[in-house]
C-alpha cells in the first residue's frame, strides 16, 4: 500500500466526479421553464440522487481497487504494511469527507434559489432550507456508511497480510529445523507409547489395578 494506490483511488474520484458533474449540468440544461421563461429550478430529489450515486460510485470502485491492489506486488511485497495502510487510510477519509460534499449542496441550493420567481422566492427559499437539512443528513449517512465499508475492505487486507506474514515467519522458523530433530521427535514418542502399553499390559499393573477395587479385564 503506498503512493500508487492513493493516485489510484484519486483518478477514480476524479472519474467519478466527472460523471456526476456531467448529469448536474444536464439537470440545469434540461430543467422546464415556467410562464415568462422563468426557470422553476432543478429538482432537489433529482440532484440528491446524483450526490448518491456519486458516493456509491466512489465506494464501489475504492473497494474494488483495494481487492485488486491486494493480488498484486508493489516493490517485490504485498500491500499491507501499517505505515503504508495509514496512508491510504487518509486519503480515503479526504475523498469521502462531508464537506466537499455538504459545501457543494448548498450552493446547489443557492443556486436553485436565485432562480425561483421573484414573488414567492421567499417561500420557496424556506422550503429549500428544509429540503437542503433533510438531505444533508442523507447525504452525511452514505458517506459514513461509504467510509465505513472501504476502510473494512483496507482493514480486512491488513489483517489477511498480518496473518500472511505470521504463516510464512512460522514455516521459515520450522523449514530450518535439523531434520535429526524432527526424527528423534518421532522416535521418542513412539517409545513412549510402547513404554505405555508395556505398563498396562504387565501383571504389576494389573495386580495394583485390583488393589484399587478396578477391573482388569479385557476392557483394559
Avoid: H
Avoid at 79 to 102: F, P, Q, T, W
Avoid at 146 to 156: D, P
Avoid at 164 to 176: E, N, R
Avoid at 181 to 186: G, K
Amino acid at each position: 500500500m503506498n503512493d500508487d494506490l492513493n493516485s489510484r483511488l484519486e483518478a477514480i474520484d476524479a472519474d467519478c466526479e466527472k460523471t456526476a458533474k456531467a448529469e448536474l449540468d444536464e439537470l440545469f440544461e434540461t430543467t422546464p421553464s415556467t410562464a415568462g421563461s422563468t426557470s422553476r429550478g432543478p429538482s432537489p430529489q433529482a440532484a440528491e440522487a446524483i450526490w448518491l450515486r456519486l458516493i456509491g460510485c466512489k465506494e464501489q470502485e475504492f473497494i474494488q481497487e483495494i481487492r485488486t491492489a491486494k493480488q498484486k506486488k508493489i516493490g517485490g511485497n504485498s500491500m499491507g504494511a501499517a505505515g503504508e495502510a495509514k496512508s491510504v487510510e487518509k486519503a480515503i477519509n479526504d475523498l469521502l469527507a462531508d464537506e466537499r460534499y455538504l459545501a457543494r449542496m448548498r450552493d446547489f441550493y443557492a443556486q436553485v434559489a436565485g432562480e425561483t420567481v421573484s414573488e414567492t422566492s421567499q417561500a420557496q427559499a424556506k422550503r429549500l432550507d428544509l429540503i437542503d437539512t433533510t438531505y444533508r443528513t442523507g447525504v452525511e449517512n452514505a458517506l459514513r456508511r461509504a467510509r465505513e465499508n472501504v476502510l473494512s475492505e483496507l482493514k480486512l487486507n491488513r489483517v489477511s497480510k498480518e496473518d500472511d506474514a505470521a504463516f510464512l515467519s512460522q514455516w521459515k522458523q520450522y523449514s530450518t529445523l535439523s531434520p535429526w530433530r524432527a526424527i528423534w521427535t518421532i522416535v521418542l514418542l513412539s517409545l513412549t507409547s510402547y513404554l505405555i502399553a508395556f505398563i498396562i499390559a504387565s501383571e504389576a499393573f494389573r495386580a495394583l489395578l485390583e488393589r484399587f477395587g478396578w477391573s482388569t479385564g479385557t476392557g483394559m
